[in-house]
């Protein structure tokens, strides 16, 4: 079946500007995750959604980024006034309910965000 | 901050078997042991996750200490297409020690797999 889909695969950007980063999860996932990897670093979390609301949201940098789930399905993770520092590849994963903490997260291949 | 502690690289020739330490001394009782793998250009892919008991599946093996205090991923018969970052991740607890749904990564175990 169909994976977790992120759009664009690749989004190149000046400084300063606004972007938005489309996740479609897995159908019936309720549970939504962004994380951002940096060059030869680990996933660093960012944000969890159980449904339309963000339950943890404390890996969110600064104000500059936002993200929402308005139907409890699609997500975008969008961020202003975007700086060098924000390049990186950014994750969405989702998971099943009911599945509990240790519910297997199924990742996308990532949006590869550029600032110049 | 990641709670695991892994070797930055490996390596291993095709068709023998690999083993990849993580060490997780600070475990809590209740925390299971998960690994994912990231092969390039891809996002992280679940591998398998234990609590106590030794664990398989499809993919790998999972071997954990009876102290729980470190374990190791093995694949029975490394392919080239194993090649890959592996990660050994414990979810972050609150300040309170109650479990939370963030898996925290750290710079896991890059495994280069010689033909």
């Known amino acids: 079946g169909a994976g977790v889909s992120q759009t664009p695969s690749n989004k190149v950007t000046e400084k300063g500007k606004y972007v938005e980063l489309r996740c479609d999860p897995i159908s019936g996932h309720t549970a939504l995750y962004w994380y951002r990897q940096s060059l030869g670093q680990g996933p660093e979390f960012l944000i969890y959604?159980?449904?339309?609301?963000?339950?943890?949201d404390s890996g969110l940098p600064n104000d500059r980024f936002f993200a929402v789930r308005p139907e409890g399905s699609v997500s975008t993770l969008k961020i202003q006034r975007t700086e060098r520092g924000d390049s990186a590849v950014y994750l969405c994963a989702s998971s099943p309910s009911g599945g509990g903490y240790n519910s297997p997260l199924h990742f996308g291949n990532g949006t590869r965000l550029t600032v110049t | 901050d990641a709670k695991t502690t892994q070797p930055n690289s490996m390596e291993s020739n095709e068709e023998e078997p690999v083993h990849l330490p993580c060490n997780h001394s600070t475990i809590s009782g209740t925390d299971y042991i998960h690994w994912y793998r990231q092969l390039p250009s891809q996002g992280p892919e679940y591998v398998i996750h234990?609590?106590?008991s030794n664990v398989n599946n499809r993919m790998a093996s999972l071997a954990i200490a009876e102290d729980r205090k470190s374990s190791t991923l093995i694949l029975h018969r490394a392919t080239l297409r194993d090649a890959a970052v592996y990660y050994c991740i414990l979810r972050d607890r609150t300040n309170y020690g109650g479990a939370t749904n963030k898996l925290i990564f750290g710079t896991g175990t890059l495994l280069a797999v010689q033909p």
């Open positions: 234990g609590l106590t």
């Open positions: 959604f159980q449904g339309t609301g963000a339950a943890d």
